[in-house]
């Protein structure tokens, strides 16, 4: 057998990107003398062909960066005051094993809240030994929510699943829709499958708010208004239907409901379209006939765009799109929002359900975490947060912070770094990170799953989650054998008895002889799709149950009173949410934090690019530097980056952002607030 990656002080490794983001690249690590010295991409993955971002490129300074946490911590000064002292793993568990004890015996486990999300995108350890603990401590459950979940169930309601194209058959389409993406920034390989494209005569168009850097590498941008997508996709319908360019044949074979939606976007004619979407007559006129003449046509639906109070309903009808010219049926053709149906395993047994008694336990909406810390009766006493930042990254960001300044919070924090919400905390346990473990990766945009063997030894005193939840296990006397199932016997789990049939040759075994196994998706969906029909729902009865509209329809904004600018605090470039915003060599490359503006919005409150601006609502406040242009439309305002609060700066955009639940699936509504701007101080000379 060949000796274990960790053990070799030199060579080259097979690894895999950890991180939230679409691509899941194959990796290689490079290590001299026990550390890692060099991360490049593995030019054998099939669809990241060794290209990698800049920010993992550069990911090396992160994990030896010297601010990475080596051991456990406690609290000695005041909350929030970020004055900590080493303490052993013994005495943090006992510490926090103790508190729980006491709390559950006090309050009932409700008074205890896991809060994580997907900072290491392992399944083991975003969603693993994790979710069998509390379940089994029967703590309030936490409704992750933050990201996709409005978007994923409208598609939903539409395609059944989170199914989609093959990202790989996309190097056949003649056009690309690139709607509300910002894929040269968040899914690059998406961005190089196109260029290939494009070198056959493939166009693309992109439909944003913002004039990014995705906006610029398009043939054609299109300016759009916030929120109003839905009705630039019925204007499309309408046209697509008034000028004969559906396929008949298809609707009637793969759909329902084609009728009622044929009058149903009669209403939506462009002009009335125009006036809600800002986009000209005559573009949505152009964009339909492109739509309606090219095959193969491909849509990426973006994540962006679900961020608003009628999220749900924008990619449920941007979703219905494909069917209406049979675009399914064309190698390339369709669309992607997610594909994590195509690769999904047995979670339960990984999570094990079952091990919650009360099927009552309270659920929590994660974007409304503030709230919940600030008004929630009976209390939530205690959170274990884990794999995320939410000081930074969840909406209403002053009342997160407010609600973890409560003296009675018993707060725990697992990281790699301080982070700002660690910041917080009573103890602090320092986190591997994901080239020390062992886990199994399937991505939510290719087809591919990986196995990820560990490359290097924990970092100093760091656990991975896996043994964080197993010693906490241990503490609380859990005596299920699932808390003493090693890595290796959930792999084992996870990947049988799932009974997905696009993964039945896949095992752990497999997985260890090969690096990148494909989900095989020949047998196709099509005809058997999960929607109540198992076809297309244009109409959607089960939408009609569930208070929605059946047909897909234009519903605007919450109106958020007298703040003349819609705010889009978007992702940027440079960081992975707030993951690299502590890293020097990444706030290098990104530079300062702007807010884009229209050169008329601008000229009107006097402001020139450099400036220092301040931006506020009713939730709170933000200082950013102004960059003046034509980038986004008059009344629209956009910042990339969830910043750290670095000393003197007030950068937390998310103090600014609603925490109003969108309109399905739960969802966060980052994009639809409203603020008003003013310059701070002219640019430094
Ligand atoms: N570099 C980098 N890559 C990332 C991330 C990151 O932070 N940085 N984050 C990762 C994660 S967790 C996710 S979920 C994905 C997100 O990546 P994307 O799916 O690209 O989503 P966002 O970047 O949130 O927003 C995409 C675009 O939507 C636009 N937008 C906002 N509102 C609207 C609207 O109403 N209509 C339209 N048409 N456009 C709108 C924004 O301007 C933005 O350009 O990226 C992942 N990859
Ligand atoms: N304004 C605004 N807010 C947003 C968004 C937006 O577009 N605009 N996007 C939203 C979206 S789409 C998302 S997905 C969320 C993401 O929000 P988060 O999930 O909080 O993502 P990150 O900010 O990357 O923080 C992840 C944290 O996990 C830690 N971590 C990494 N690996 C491990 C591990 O193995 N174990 C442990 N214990 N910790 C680990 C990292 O060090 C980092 O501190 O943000 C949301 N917030
Ligand atoms: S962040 Fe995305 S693009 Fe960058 S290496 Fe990871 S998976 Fe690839
Ligand atoms: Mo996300």
């Not at 993955?45 to 051991?71: F, S, W």
């Not at 298809?250 to 809600?276: C, M, N, W």
């Not at 770094?417 to 591997?432: C, G, K, N, R, S």
Request: a negative charge; aromatic letters at 8%.
């Amino acid at each position: 057998m060949s000796l274990s990656a960790v053990n070799q002080t030199d060579g080259i490794f097979r690894s895999v990107c950890s991180l939230d983001c679409p691509d899941q690249c194959g990796l290689l690590v490079h290590k001299q003398d026990g550390k890692i010295v060099r991360i490049e991409g593995d030019p054998d993955h099939p669809v990241t062909q060794g290209a990698i971002c800049n920010k993992v490129r550069n990911m090396t300074a992160r994990i030896y960066d010297e601010k990475r946490l080596t051991h456990p911590l406690k609290r000695v000064g005041a909350k929030g005051e970020g004055k900590f002292e080493r303490i052993s793993w013994e005495e943090a568990i006992q510490t926090i094993s103790n508190r729980w004890k006491e709390l559950i015996a006090l309050h009932g486990p409700e008074s205890i809240i896991p809060y994580s999300f997907y900072g290491n995108m392992g399944r083991l350890t975003a969603e693993g030994m994790d979710r069998r603990f509390f379940n089994r401590l029967g703590a309030s459950r936490l409704d992750r929510t933050v990201c996709q979940s409005a978007g994923t169930k409208g598609y939903s309601y539409t395609m059944g699943a989170s199914i989609g194209t093959d990202p790989e058959d996309t190097v056949h389409a003649k056009l690309f829709v690139m709607w509300g993406v910002n894929a040269v920034s968040t899914n690059m390989h998406q961005v190089a499958l196109a260029e290939k494209a494009r070198k056959n005569g493939a166009q693309i168009v992109v439909i944003d708010v913002h004039k990014n850097q995705t906006g610029r590498w398009a043939d054609w941008f299109i300016p759009i208004l916030p929120g109003t997508d839905a009705a630039l996709a019925l204007g499309l319908m309408h046209i697509l239907f008034a000028e004969g360019m559906v396929d008949n044949e298809f609707l009637v074979q793969y759909t329902v409901g084609h009728k009622e939606l044929r009058e149903h976007v009669k209403q939506y004619d462009p002009h009335k379209v125009s006036a809600i979407t800002g986009v000209p007559v005559e573009d949505i006129y152009r964009l339909a006939r492109m739509y309606g003449q090219t095959s193969p046509a491909f849509i990426r639906i973006g994540n962006g765009l679900q961020h608003h109070d009628n999220g749900g309903m924008i990619v449920r009808t941007i979703a219905c799109l494909p069917a209406l010219t049979g675009q399914w049926l064309v190698k390339g053709g369709g669309a992607i929002k997610g594909n994590s149906r195509f690769l999904a395993f047995n979670s339960a047994a990984l999570q094990r359900p079952e091990l919650l008694e009360n099927k009552g336990t309270r659920l929590i909406n994660m974007n409304q975490i503030g709230e919940a810390l600030l008004t929630l009766d009976p209390p939530i006493r205690s959170m274990f947060v884990y794999s995320c930042n939410p000081a930074v990254i969840a909406p209403e960001g002053n009342k997160v912070r407010r609600g973890l300044m409560r003296d009675d919070l018993f707060t725990v924090v697992h990281d790699l770094f301080l982070t700002e919400t660690a910041a917080y905390a009573d103890i602090v346990l320092p986190a591997t990170s994901a080239f020390e473990n062992l886990d199994f990766y399937t991505s939510y945009w290719h087809h591919y799953i990986q196995l990820h063997q560990p490359v290097v030894e924990a970092y100093g005193e760091s656990k991975s989650n896996s043994e964080v939840f197993r010693l906490l296990a241990q503490a609380l006397g859990f005596e299920e054998h699932a808390f003493r199932d090693s890595d290796e016997e959930l792999i084992t789990q996870a990947l049988s008895g799932h009974g997905n049939s696009y993964i039945t040759d896949v095992t752990y075994e497999a997985l260890k002889q090969q690096p990148y196994i494909k989900a095989q998706r020949e047998s196709f969906f099509l005809n058997a799709l999960e929607t109540p029909s198992g076809k297309i729902e244009l109409y959607s009865a089960a939408m009609e149950r569930d208070g929605h509209p059946p047909l897909p329809t234009y519903t605007p904004l919450v109106e958020e009173g007298n703040y003349p600018f819609l705010f889009i605090p978007a992702p940027n470039h440079n960081f992975l949410n707030s993951t690299f915003s502590n890293n020097a060599k990444h706030i290098q490359l990104e530079k300062v934090a702007r807010l884009h503006m229209n050169s008329e919005d601008a000229e009107r409150a006097g402001i020139a690019t450099g400036d220092v601006v301040r931006i506020w609502n009713q939730r709170g406040e933000s200082e950013l530097v102004a960059a003046v242009g034509d980038n986004v439309l008059p009344g629209v305002v956009v910042s990339q980056g969830l910043w750290a609060d670095l000393p003197g700066t007030k950068q937390l955009v998310n103090s600014l952002t609603p925490d109003r639940i969108s309109d399905m699936g739960g969802g966060a509504t980052f994009f639809s607030g409203r603020v008003n701007m003013e310059k701070k101080r002219a640019k430094a000379e």
